[in-house]
Structures are given as structure tokens and as C-alpha cells.
């Protein structure tokens, strides 16, 4: 069933600049069966662990990570681009293409010891990914594992996440 999933994954040459293939997957979204069956894939990945809090990236990360807790009864928490969040924030920088991006998590969105999967849409050079370990590793949560529907492996953004246990349901 991955394999539907993949076929299902429109590559958008150029976008949103050139020398960029973006995954666009608004097609699985579109799709009950497709978009059901993502949610397991990654619901999967939590091994049967009890989680107390999904953590999702803005913004397609919400779509999953908020479904995903759903399914698995944990509460969800969003971590956001810069100026997004209205309580008490805790805020790391992290690498872009271009300069720095900034996310931020509210402080009192995990408290220590929670048992956290962190969820995204995709993995490309893991540096969003890594922000978001920071902050959760700041709030002191037990992250059991950072979890993508896609994986651009070329890209190895995986070894920015160690010594968390990755996965990812569609590898490129
Ligand atoms: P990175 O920090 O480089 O791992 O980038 C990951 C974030 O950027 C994810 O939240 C993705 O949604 C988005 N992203 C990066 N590259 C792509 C791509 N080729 N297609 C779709 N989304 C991407």
C-alpha cells in the first residue's frame, strides 16, 4: 500500500523556486482511503508505545501530526513559524536555504517527562526537524521518535535527528 501512496505523490518541478521538487501531497489529503492509510502507516510507527503528545510542524505537519493523536489518543501540540503562538514561547533559529527561520513552542505545551512522537510531512535536510528536538528536548520531554510521511534520503537530514529512532513511510 506505500506503493499507492507514492503514486499518489505529484512532483511540482521548480516550486516554490527553481531547482526545488516539491512533493505535493494535497492528492493523499484528497483521497479518504490514501489519507486514512498514511495515518496508520505513521501511527504504526509509534511501535504500541502510549504517547502522551503528538507534536506537529507548521504547517502541512499539522494535517498528520493531528490526526495521528487522534487515532492514538494523545493530545496535540503545534510547534510554529515565528509570531504565530499567543502564550509564553520557547524559540530556536534554525538554518534555511537562505539565512534563518525561527519555531517556536508554547512552554507549557509538554511538561517533563511526557512521552512525545514528533510528526512532519517531510524530511529534507532535517533542519527544521532538529529545531524542533531542540525545543522539545528544552521542555524536557521523553521523545520516543520523529516520524515523515516522505524521506529525501539524499539529503541525510536523518543524522541531524540521533540518536532519535527516525522513520519514514516513503523513501527517495
Ligand atoms: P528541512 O528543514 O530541510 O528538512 O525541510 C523540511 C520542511 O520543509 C518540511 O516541513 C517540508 O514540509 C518542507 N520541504 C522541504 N523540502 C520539500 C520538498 N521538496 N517538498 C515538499 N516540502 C518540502
Redesign the pocket.
Known amino acids: 500500500m506505500p506503493d499507492s501512496l507514492r503514486a499518489a505523490i505529484r512532483d511540482v518541478v521548480d516550486f516554490p523556486q527553481p531547482g526545488?521538487?516539491?512533493?505535493d501531497i494535497t492528492p493523499i489529503l484528497a483521497d479518504a482511503e490514501l489519507f486514512r492509510r498514511s495515518i496508520s502507516l505513521l501511527c504504526a510507527t509509534a511501535g504500541g508505545a502510549r504517547i502522551d503528545k503528538v507534536v506537529g510542524?507548521d504547517a502541512?505537519?499539522f494535517i498528520f501530526a493531528s490526526a495521528v493523536a487522534d487515532r492514538l489518543g494523545a493530545g496535540f501540540v503545534p510547534l510554529r513559524k515565528q509570531g504565530k503562538l499567543p502564550w509564553k514561547t520557547r524559540q530556536t533559529a534554525y538554518a534555511l536555504e537562505y539565512g534563518e527561520g525561527i519555531v517556536e513552542i508554547h512552554e507549557d505545551a509538554v511538561k517533563p517527562g511526557e512521552v512525545v512522537l514528533l510528526v512532519?510531512?517531510?524530511?529534507?535536510?532535517?533542519?527544521?526537524?532538529a529545531a524542533a528536538v531542540k525545543l522539545l528536548e528544552q521542555l524536557g520531554a521523553t521523545l520516543i521518535g520523529v516520524s515523515f510521511l516522505i524521506e529525501?534520503s539524499f539529503l541525510n537530514?536523518r543524522s541531524k535527528l540521533q540518536p532519535y529512532p527516525v522513520h519514514s513511510i516513503l523513501i527517495y
Open positions: 526545488i521538487v516539491f512533493k510542524i502541512r505537519g512532519d510531512d517531510l524530511l529534507a535536510t532535517g533542519g527544521t526537524a529525501l537530514g
